[in-house]
Structure formats: structure tokens, C-alpha cells
């Protein structure tokens, strides 16, 4: 198992692509603390207690709201006192709007910017703590290939998108003395909730006609390499951007 008996954090857990992070995960072994706005999710619960007894592994739900500071540091608090030390950290949660850039106030920029940026900023400060116990840890932010495509009504998510991959590329050589990986993964249009409520049909067509493949991405095939890079199999993967959009 690729991922047996790691520790692992990961963000935006209830979500389309979060669910696939955890479902990879635990079938790969690992033990995971599930980060979530909605800790009284029925579904998900139920979800994560179904994962627990299929793969006999831990799998703990903790609160946590990216627009709220205080929730970043009371889900550390929470894991620190279970467990001393983590070994991979998934950034995944994240929003999208759609605004055309004389249409976005600075108001929403700032928004979009707390959620994706500052924020996981501050997690990532914060959880290091955890990981640089590990001595040879993972972190893996989940971006999108909107930073580099910049497509039309997107200039605050593609911004804070491409924030995000400028900090992965510093912080992989701050901490890579520390033999801790970081990297981050660009999705294209994914099979999610969240893109087809913020992508119309027209726009998923002309996306489609310049992806090779001819589809759009299944989220199992975004987790499957998170969890690579997770792993020690991509022990010399450090600071990449990692686009997955079927060939554009």
C-alpha cells in the first residue's frame, strides 16, 4: 500500500474531490484527520464510517472554515493532542466565483483571496509544526489549471489560484533541506458539483473540444496523484506544478 500507516491531513474533505482524497488514502493505508465546514454532514459521516470498517483505519472528522482564522487553529490544537507528529498535508478546499474583472469588486477579490490563498497560507505556517516531526513529509495543494489558462470571468480565482503556485514553488525550497516534498496539482474541468454549477454548457464544450482526451477529468483520477505525491514513490518530486486536463 502506497500510503500504510502515514498520517494525514487533508482540507476540503466532504467535497467531490476531498471524498476521492479519502476514499485513495484509506484504501492506500493511511489514517487521516478530515477537515470539513459541516462536522454534522449525515452522508458524510456515514461516508467516512463506511471507509473506517471496509479498510480498518482511522479516519477523524474536524471542524474547520477557511473565512473563520480561529477554526485553522483549534483543528491543530485538536490534532496535535491526538497525534505528535502528521506526514502528508492535502490543501484541498477551495471556492470558485464567476465575474468578469470590470464586474468583481474588491470586496469579492478579497473573498476568493481568503479562501484560496491567505488562509491556506496561514494552515500550511501552522500545521508545519506537525510535519517537520515527520522528517520526510508531503504537502500537496490542490490548484487548477485556471491559473495558468486565465479564462474569461476568472481573474480573481485564476489569481489566487496562481498566488497558490508561486507558494508552492517558495516553500518547497525553504523546507526541502528538511527533506519535506511540496507540490501542487492543477485539475482541469473536473466531474465535481462545484464546476457545473459554475460552468455552462457552452463553456464545457469549447473547453472539451481542445482537451485530446474528448472528457472531462473523474475525481478519482485527480486523487490518484495526490496520493502519488503523497507517497515515498515520488520522494524526488519537489516544487512541480502538476497539470491534470487530458492534454490541452
Given at each position: 500500500m502506497?500510503?500504510?500507516?502515514?498520517?494525514?491531513?487533508?482540507?476540503?474533505?466532504?467535497?467531490?474531490i476531498?471524498?476521492k482524497?479519502?476514499?485513495k488514502?484509506?484504501?492506500?493505508?493511511?489514517?487521516?484527520?478530515?477537515?470539513?465546514?459541516?462536522i454534522?454532514?449525515?452522508?458524510?459521516?456515514?461516508?467516512?464510517?463506511?471507509?473506517?470498517?471496509?479498510?480498518n483505519?482511522?479516519i477523524?472528522i474536524?471542524h474547520?472554515d477557511?473565512e473563520?482564522?480561529?477554526t485553522i487553529k483549534?483543528?491543530f490544537d485538536?490534532?496535535?493532542?491526538d497525534?505528535?507528529s502528521?506526514?502528508?498535508?492535502?490543501?484541498n478546499?477551495?471556492?470558485?466565483?464567476n465575474?468578469l474583472?470590470q464586474?468583481?469588486s474588491l470586496?469579492?477579490?478579497?473573498n476568493i483571496?481568503e479562501?484560496?490563498?491567505?488562509?491556506?497560507?496561514?494552515?500550511?505556517q501552522?500545521?508545519l509544526?506537525?510535519?517537520?516531526?515527520?522528517?520526510?513529509?508531503?504537502?500537496?495543494?490542490?490548484s487548477?489549471n485556471s491559473?495558468n489558462?486565465?479564462?474569461?470571468g476568472?481573474?480573481?480565482y485564476s489569481?489566487s489560484?496562481a498566488?497558490?503556485?508561486s507558494?508552492t514553488?517558495?516553500?518547497?525550497?525553504?523546507m526541502?533541506?528538511?527533506?519535506?516534498?511540496?507540490?501542487?496539482?492543477?485539475?482541469g474541468?473536473?466531474d465535481t458539483?462545484?464546476?457545473?454549477?459554475?460552468?455552462?454548457?457552452?463553456?464545457?464544450?469549447e473547453y472539451?473540444?481542445?482537451v485530446?482526451l474528448?472528457?472531462?477529468?473523474?475525481?478519482?483520477?485527480?486523487a490518484n496523484?495526490i496520493?502519488?505525491?503523497a507517497?515515498d514513490?515520488?520522494?524526488?518530486?519537489?516544487?512541480?506544478?502538476?497539470?491534470?486536463?487530458g492534454g490541452r
Amino acid at each position: 500500500m502506497l500510503l500504510k500507516d502515514k498520517v494525514a491531513v487533508v482540507s476540503g474533505a466532504s467535497g467531490d474531490i476531498g471524498k476521492k482524497i479519502l476514499e485513495k488514502f484509506s484504501n492506500e493505508g493511511s489514517n487521516i484527520y478530515a477537515l470539513v465546514r459541516n462536522i454534522e454532514d449525515k452522508e458524510f459521516i456515514e461516508f467516512t464510517e463506511n471507509l473506517k470498517k471496509k479498510n480498518n483505519n482511522k479516519i477523524s472528522i474536524i471542524h474547520l472554515d477557511l473565512e473563520k482564522e480561529e477554526t485553522i487553529k483549534s483543528s491543530f490544537d485538536l490534532i496535535k493532542k491526538d497525534n505528535t507528529s502528521i506526514d502528508i498535508l492535502v490543501n484541498n478546499a477551495g471556492t470558485v466565483t464567476n465575474s468578469l474583472f470590470q464586474m468583481t469588486s474588491l470586496k469579492s477579490l478579497r473573498n476568493i483571496f481568503e479562501i484560496n490563498f491567505f488562509s491556506q497560507f496561514l494552515l500550511t505556517q501552522i500545521y508545519l509544526k506537525l510535519l517537520n516531526k515527520s522528517k520526510k513529509g508531503s504537502i500537496v495543494f490542490v490548484s487548477s489549471n485556471s491559473a495558468n489558462e486565465n479564462p474569461v470571468g476568472r481573474s480573481a480565482y485564476s489569481a489566487s489560484k496562481a498566488a497558490l503556485n508561486s507558494l508552492t514553488k517558495t516553500i518547497s525550497k525553504e523546507m526541502g533541506v528538511k527533506n519535506l516534498r511540496v507540490n501542487a496539482v492543477l485539475p482541469g474541468l473536473t466531474d465535481t458539483k462545484m464546476a457545473k454549477n459554475f460552468t455552462k454548457d457552452d463553456a464545457i464544450d469549447e473547453y472539451l473540444n481542445k482537451v485530446a482526451l474528448k472528457r472531462i477529468a473523474k475525481t478519482s483520477e485527480i486523487a490518484n496523484v495526490i496520493a502519488f505525491l503523497a507517497s515515498d514513490k515520488s520522494s524526488y518530486i519537489n516544487g512541480q506544478l502538476i497539470t491534470i486536463d487530458g492534454g490541452r
